[in-house]
Nanobody
Framework: QVQLVESGGGSVQAGGSLRLSCAAS????????MGWFRQAPGKEREFVCR????????LYADSVKGRFAISRDNAKNTVYLQMNSLKPEDTGVYYC??????????????????WGQGTQVTVSS
C-alpha cells in the first residue's frame, strides 16, 4: 500500500520560511518523479514543482520560481520543499504526489498516481 505523508506545514508571517517534507512508503521511491501541488480555498489544485527520479532535473511554477526549492533524498524515501520569502498568496493545502511517468513536463494532476493527505500552510501579511 502506497503512502505519502506530508509534514512541516504551519503558520508564518510574510517573508518567512517553511520546509515541508513528504515521506513515502510502499513504492520504489527512486523510480518515481515527485511533485508538490497546492490548493487555496475556493481554487483548483495547482502545480508547484516537481523533481525527477535522480533529482537531476526540477521544474517550478512561475509563481514560486526563485523562492521555493524542491529536493529529495532517495535513501530516506523523502522529498522536501523549502519555501522562502513566503507571500500570503502561497497560503493553501500543500500536497505531495508521485508519478511513474517518465519524461515531459509532468505538471498535470492527472499524470500523478499517488497523493498525500496534505499539510496546511498559512501565510499572514
Amino acid at each position: 500500500q502506497v503512502q505519502l505523508v506530508e509534514s512541516g506545514g504551519g503558520s508564518v508571517q510574510a517573508g518567512g520560511s517553511l520546509r515541508l517534507s513528504c515521506a513515502a512508503s510502499g513504492l520504489t521511491f527512486s523510480r518515481y518523479t515527485m511533485g508538490w501541488f497546492r490548493q487555496a480555498p475556493g481554487k483548483e489544485r495547482e502545480f508547484v514543482c516537481r523533481i525527477s527520479w535522480t533529482g537531476g532535473t526540477t521544474l517550478y511554477a512561475d509563481s514560486v520560481k526563485g523562492r521555493f526549492a524542491i529536493s529529495r533524498d532517495n535513501a530516506k524515501n523523502t522529498v522536501y520543499l523549502q519555501m522562502n520569502s513566503l507571500k500570503p498568496e502561497d497560503t493553501g493545502v500543500y500536497y505531495c504526489a508521485a508519478t511513474s511517468t517518465v519524461g515531459g513536463m509532468v505538471r498535470s494532476r492527472g499524470q500523478y498516481d499517488y497523493w498525500g493527505q496534505g499539510t496546511q500552510v498559512t501565510v499572514s501579511s
